[in-house]
């Protein structure tokens, strides 16, 4: 079946402007994930979503970061006012519903943000 | 706090030898490990997980990995490596929080 999806694939941005990243997961799956690949930072969590529970924002590296996750399914990650140090590759996770035994991350091919 | 070492961040081996990419841990409470693989720009893709059980865990594409509780290593292994297998190489934990912990990564490079 389909995999996890993102897009855009590639975005280049001013430093200043906001941006939008879009992630579907794969179908069926309740939780999902940001994570974000960077050269000097390596894989970091970022946000964490579970059916209709409240969001663990504990990863987020500032207020200028958010995600919302609509009707259970697709995700967006908006960056405001982005800066240079936000440059990375994000990359976006679903897994199944937790306890069932195969709460394996699976993940998009993710977005590469370049901020000038 | 968890947290994943991945002591080298290059490893070469001759095409048919046997390779070992290590991994160790620190977690509290029962360790859920993981290896995912991540070819040039492309996502993490899954190779193989320990929850519980046997200590040795098959995944895809001939790796395994095996799991020691006492020295807190998860390394994994294949008897005969690919220049195919040449990739990036993230080993990740999770306990008692959802999210994945993930290592510094291993390059490695498996030469013809």
């Known amino acids: 079946g389909a995999g996890v999806s993102q897009s855009p694939s590639n975005k280049v941005t001013e430093k200043g402007k906001d941006v939008e990243l879009r992630c579907d997961p794969i179908s069926g799956h309740t939780a999902l994930y940001w994570y974000r690949q960077s050269l000097g930072q390596g894989l970091e969590f970022l946000i964490y979503f579970q059916g209709n529970s409240a969001p663990d924002k504990s990863g987020l590296p500032s207020d200028r970061f958010s995600a919302e996750r609509t009707g259970g399914s697709v995700s967006t990650l908006t960056i405001q006012r982005t800066q240079q140090e936000d440059s990375a590759v994000y990359l976006c996770?679903?897994?199944?519903?937790?306890?069932?035994?195969?709460?394996?991350?699976?993940f998009g091919p993710g977005t590469r943000l370049t901020v000038l | 706090a968890q947290s994943v070492a991945q002591p080298e961040d290059q490893v070469n081996v001759a095409e048919g030898n046997p390779l070992t990419v290590k991994c160790t841990y620190s977690?509290?409470?029962?360790?859920?490990l993981f290896w995912y693989v991540q070819y040039p720009n492309r996502g993490l893709q899954f190779l193989l997980k320990y929850i519980t059980g046997d200590n040795l865990v098959k995944g895809s594409y001939g790796f395994e990995a095996e799991f020691n509780k006492s020295q807190t290593s998860f390394h994994l292994k294949k008897p005969s490596a690919l220049v195919s297998d040449s990739a990036l190489y993230f080993c990740a934990v999770r306990g008692s929080a959802r999210q994945l912990t993930f290592g510094s990564g291993t390059q490695l490079t498996v030469l013809p």
């Open positions: 996770a679903s897994s199944p519903r937790p306890g069932t035994g195969t709460d394996t991350q699976y």
């Open positions: 977690v509290s409470g029962n360790p859920y």
